[in-house]
């Protein structure tokens, strides 16, 4: 078949594999065994310009850390924001053995244990009311069902979402999500309905609104990102949901009374709010949802990546009780819904979170690391911003910090000298240098790899010319 894709979209994750600076870092650090093992990753899988061809080849990972096959070790402050509790957990893997050989598996008709007693903690530890729920077995999925779900409740079809934003790889969440990588050119058509928005960006105001220091002046943009999503609310009429994160996973933190205004928004307009928490729930920014620093509660929230303890898939979509009205239909019904085994898994990942108080070690550990940073932003200044909560924290390079001219040449070039002496983390939105940490990094393990950033940034900066 002579088809090619001839418009190509523009590549916000930084740290895509189609750049010569990826080109570059393999061919100097990748030897035979890691060629051999990307070489064939790359014959059998369908390219993507942020997963294959590969990076390097893992053989092992364990706690904070991952190691290649060339036995190269690596912190890992990446993760794809599934390792909170570390990978391969002592007590997780003993639990996942003994469901094993309990009960491996449970035809969906059924009803098994496992499934029902992590069903009640999750009801247990979410916001508010949210009581009723299915599973699935990843993020993308759990947020169709959402969207289902919103439509049957309210019989409207239409959203709106965030642009820059991502819910998954599903029509439906492709259709909600912002990121032209994921959604646009070869990929459409989409839904219909998905309208989209300006995020809320204080630093990168969209709406042209000046920061001090990354915050808002809420007086003089009286929360504009706010009110446009209110603004097509009352434009559209028939919205049955606005879908977003609560806290951008980029990231971004929302301004001060943001989730309260579009709250009150969808309210007044019979439209329902769904939160995605696949990246940021669980206790990713130091409380157990972020949507908690708000104190705003979803009628839907969705939640993924973590849930499965770094070893199994698992999502679920919470719903308020009065949601519960499609009985007739079929949402979900996936063949491994309610797997025991992944089920345990969940519960056991909780109750880790909840017995090691990992929570308020992202709290309070997060805390102290962003303080580290702003210090670190003094003495560097390619640094534009600093943002986050817990651990999911922001480095925003940028050329001037008068023009904010995004440094994603330097960003990348940080990003591989890190690579370079055993720190993995990702760029977003090209120049961003995200740091999702798992949950029982400690200070000491922080420490050293913010060393590890600060000397890559300077001696990246030095090789631009940006000092």
């Given at each position: 078949m002579d088809k090619k894709v001839t418009v190509s979209p523009v590549q916000l994750e930084g740290d895509t594999n189609i750049t010569q600076r990826r080109h570059d870092w393999a061919k100097a650090n990748l030897g035979a065994q890691s060629i051999e093992a990307i070489n064939a990753d790359a014959r059998l899988f369908l390219h993507q310009s942020v997963?294959?061809?590969?990076?390097?080849?893992?053989?092992?990972?364990?706690?904070?850390?991952?190691?290649?096959?060339?036995?190269r070790r690596y912190l890992d402050f990446h993760g794809n924001n599934v390792h909170h509790i570390g990978y391969g957990h002592p007590r997780?893997?003993?639990?996942?053995?003994?469901?094993?050989?309990?009960?491996?598996?449970?035809?969906?008709?059924?009803?098994?244990?496992?499934?029902t007693e992590l069903a009640s903690k999750l009801v247990e530890i979410s916001p508010g009311n949210l009581s009723k729920m299915l599973f699935t077995t990843g993020g993308s999925d759990a947020v169709e069902v959402a969207l289902k779900l919103a439509r049957a409740a309210t019989g409207r079809h239409k959203t709106i979402s965030f642009w820059d934003a991502f819910h998954g790889a599903?029509?439906?969440?492709?259709?909600?999500?912002?990121?032209?990588?994921?959604?646009?050119?070869?990929?459409?058509?989409?839904?219909?309905?998905?309208?989209?928005?300006?995020?809320?960006?204080?630093?990168r105001c969209p709406y042209g609104y000046p920061e001090n220091d990354g915050k808002p002046d809420i007086d003089l943009c009286k929360l504009t990102c706010a009110n446009m999503v209110r603004y097509v609310l009352e434009k559209e009429g028939d919205v049955a949901a606005v879908i977003a994160e609560p806290a951008r996973a980029v990231p971004y933190i929302p301004p001060p009374g943001f989730w309260q205004e579009i709250r009150r928004a969808c309210n007044e307009h019979g439209a329902l709010l769904i939160f995605d928490e696949i990246p940021t729930g669980l206790g990713k920014t130091g409380a157990m949802f972020a949507c908690d620093h708000d104190q705003v509660e979803p009628d839907i929230l969705v939640m993924g990546k973590a849930l499965g303890g770094g070893i199994l898939p698992l999502a679920?979509?919470?719903?308020?009780?009065?949601?519960?009205?499609?009985?007739?239909?079929?949402?979900g019904h996936y063949t491994h819904e309610k797997n025991p085994v992944s089920a345990r898994a969940g519960l056991t990942t909780i109750e880790i979170i909840e017995d090691e108080d990992l929570v308020q070690n992202a709290a309070t550990t997060g805390k102290w690391t962003i303080d580290r940073l702003n210090e670190m932003k003094q003495r560097q200044k390619v640094i534009g911003d600093i943002r986050g909560r817990?651990?999911?924290?922001?480095?925003?390079?940028?050329k001037s910090r008068e023009d904010k001219e995004p440094a994603t040449e330097?960003?990348?070039?940080?990003?591989?000298?890190?690579?370079?002496?055993?720190?993995?983390?990702?760029?977003?939105?090209?120049n961003t240098l995200t740091l999702?940490?798992?949950?029982?990094?400690?200070?000491?393990?922080?420490?050293?790899?913010?060393?590890?950033?600060?000397?890559?940034?300077?001696?990246?900066?030095?090789a631009m010319g940006l000092q």
């Open positions: 997963s294959t061809p590969c990076l390097s080849a893992v053989v092992k990972a364990e706690g904070v850390w991952i190691e290649d096959i060339e036995g997780l893997k003993k639990a996942i053995s003994r469901q094993m050989d309990d009960l491996p598996f449970a035809p969906r008709r059924f009803a098994c244990h496992p499934a599903g029509f439906g969440a492709a259709s909600i999500g912002g990121e032209q990588l994921f959604r646009s050119h070869a990929i459409g058509p989409l839904l219909s309905g998905s309208e989209h928005v300006a995020p809320f960006a204080c630093y679920a979509v919470l719903a308020q009780p009065e949601l519960d009205i499609a009985g007739d239909y079929a949402f817990g651990f999911l924290i922001g480095i925003e390079l940028v330097l960003a990348e070039d940080v990003l591989y000298r890190c690579l370079d002496n055993g720190l993995s983390f990702k760029t977003t939105m090209g999702t940490p798992p949950l029982i990094t400690d200070r000491e393990q922080m420490q050293s790899a913010l060393q590890t950033i600060e000397d890559a940034i300077a001696a990246s900066s030095r």
